[in-house]
């Protein structure tokens, strides 16, 4: 199995070297990163300036990396558009530093970054966790390599996305459960201040508000201690109201 590690803290974090070490007795590993971190850069990609990209060398003949100056997006379409000679069979990205659960996954590069992956029919996979630390990281990252087989086993169609989350209690074992996405949105503050040339600027920092997360959602499933997997797909048509507008003389001339 060729597997894409990617992920948006950048490729020196402690969450993606988990995280392909994990996977290396799966098979044959290449991690495509951002050289810095890329945090909340969502899908956006790098056009009007080049790509910078440095072979990164991890010491283990069996894994081959790239240091790349751009997004997590930028990672994997490059990674599969230009830097490896045939697709992998896999994108992994992560693992976050950090939830990424309900209205997280507009924003979040880890998400995006798989689904890159996706976009280009490639089972991906985005994984985060919560409450991070190197033991943390190692058990979600083993709990992950676990998990890919019964993702095999389901045959998911081509270009399946799933958001996998752990929980912050999360020591090694949990149970997993299929999820839909919750809600999870910020009250932001937008702290100003003045730098030492007298002008202004805005620092952003914020509170996640996860009100009314009912059952089967991912908020609700972490809170309860089980990692969240949901399959997630962005054809973003509102099929309930284009049902209405099509409906016969729907509008008042
Ligand atoms: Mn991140």
């Known amino acids: ?33 951002p050289a810095a971190e890329r945090s909340g850069a969502s899908h956006s990609i790098t056009v009007h300036d ?11 003949a ?25 697709p992998p069979d896999l994108v992994i990205s992560g693992v ?29 996979l985005a994984v985060s966790l919560d409450g991070a630390t190197k ?25 399946t996305l799933l958001n996998v989350n752990f929980p912050a209690s999360f020591q090694g074992e949990a149970s997993v459960v299929w999820t839909r996405l919750g809600r ?14 007298g ?4 620092w952003m920092h914020g509170r996640p508000v996860e009100d009314g997360n009912g059952e089967g959602t991912d908020v609700a499933a972490v809170r309860r201690g089980c990692v969240a997997v949901t399959p997630i797909q962005f054809d973003l048509t509102d099929y309930t109201l284009l049902e209405k507008l099509r409906a016969p003389a729907p509008f008042e001339a």
């Open 62 to 86: 069996d894994v081959r990396g790239w240091r790349v100056g751009g997004t997590p997006a930028d990672c994997v379409k490059l990674a599969l558009e230009a830097l490896l000679d045939a």
């Open 184 to 197: 999870r949105e910020y009250e932001n503050a937008f702290e100003r201040r003045t730098d030492p040339r």
């Open 96 to 124: 976050n530093d950090g939830p990424n659960l309900g209205g997280d996954v507009l924003y979040s590069g880890t998400v995006s970054a798989a689904a890159e992956g996706a976009k280009h029919g490639v089972l991906s």
């Open 199 to 202: 002008r202004d600027y805005y």
């Open 50 to 60: 080049p790509i910078r990209v440095d072979a990164q060398d991890f010491g283990c």
């Open 135 to 159: 033991e943390r990281f190692d058990a979600a990252s083993a709990c992950t390599a676990r998990l890919l087989p019964l993702c095999l086993a389901r045959r998911l169609p081509p270009g």
């Open 1 to 33: 199995m060729r597997i894409l590690v990617t992920n948006d803290d950048g490729i020196s974090a402690p969450g993606i070297t988990a995280l392909w070490q994990a996977l290396r007795p799966l098979g044959e590993i290449f991690v495509a990163a």
